[in-house]
């Protein structure tokens, strides 16, 4: 017989709706949610993603029709509404990516302080928003 | 720290997990990897990105092994993390096991329509 785990004491008071908004998250918590948040939206997205792999790269039409996606929409989608999602997409990957660096980089050089949770996690948020920002202003069209 | 060996390993649901943690981080770093590759090349493109320079960097015998190799890291990387997202948030058994299901079938689904876009170049 395997041993059995210890019954754990279980913590059910907590309410995600009242309870969770006024939890005061440290920036390492942000960046931590974010990171499941962005992982979820792109696997959600997933289909999208390859839809664009697959008209982008299969054949002149197909990449005409991509590019038409963003200037003049996908069948009832407008335009504006395929780059918002996309540049949710390039939010998420750009968060979901520095964020996966660090969690590396801490992995790997033990780097495991308080402090250093603290600074990176803050790296994290303004490297991943400032390039969504710069991105997106490209995406838009602002430059 | 306590010896739990061989015959006296706890019951646990899904391994003790250092197998997908590594898988997590190995696939992590080929996709970040990966990514440098594809933006190295947009970004030595002179001019705009017409669709012969795009799918071009895809076409190239090494650039279609990465790639492939990426979409199976893709794959087992994304299992991982929404595995563990039911396994937080879910606590009904057979809810969590549909959403296992439906989280295979659209990960080998979107997986072997890449493939064959891929296959196709």
Redesign the interface.
């Known amino acids: 017989m395997?041993?059995?785990?210890k019954k754990r004491p279980e913590f059910r008071n907590i309410n995600a709706l009242t309870d969770l908004p006024s939890y005061r998250l440290p920036a390492a918590g942000i960046v931590s949610i974010l990171h499941?948040i962005s992982?979820?939206i792109?696997?959600l997205l997933?289909?999208l993603?390859?839809w664009m792999?697959?008209t982008?790269?299969?054949?002149?039409i197909s990449?005409a029709k991509f590019s038409a996606a963003f200037n003049v929409g996908l069948g009832f989608v407008p335009a504006v509404l395929v780059k918002v999602v996309v540049l949710g997409l390039i939010w998420a990957y750009l968060h979901h990516?520095i964020a996966?660096?660090r969690?590396?980089y801490m992995?790997v050089c033990h780097a495991v302080t308080k402090e250093f949770g603290k600074s990176s996690a803050i790296a994290t948020l303004v490297l991943s928003l400032g390039l969504t920002a710069a991105l997106g202003a490209k995406l838009f069209g602002l430059y | 720290m306590s010896v739990n060996y061989g015959s006296k390993r706890v019951v646990v649901g899904a391994h003790y997990g250092l197998r997908d943690w590594l898988a997590q981080r190995v696939t992590g770093v080929l996709m970040v990897l990966f990514t440098l590759a594809v933006l190295g090349q947009v970004l030595l493109t002179s001019g705009d990105i017409s669709y012969d320079k795009w799918a071009g960097i895809f076409s190239s015998q090494f650039m279609k092994a990465l790639t492939f190799s990426v979409f199976i890291a893709l794959a087992i990387h994304v299992w991982v993390g929404v595995r563990d997202i039911w396994m937080d948030y879910v606590k009904p058994v057979g809810l969590r096991l549909v959403l296992q299901v439906f989280t295979l079938v659209w990960l080998l689904s979107c997986l072997g329509w890449a493939i064959q876009v891929l296959w196709r170049l």
């Open positions: 395997t041993q059995l785990a499941r992982g979820l792109m696997f997933l289909p993603i390859v792999f697959d982008s790269v299969s054949s002149e990449f990516l996966g660096v969690h590396v992995d």
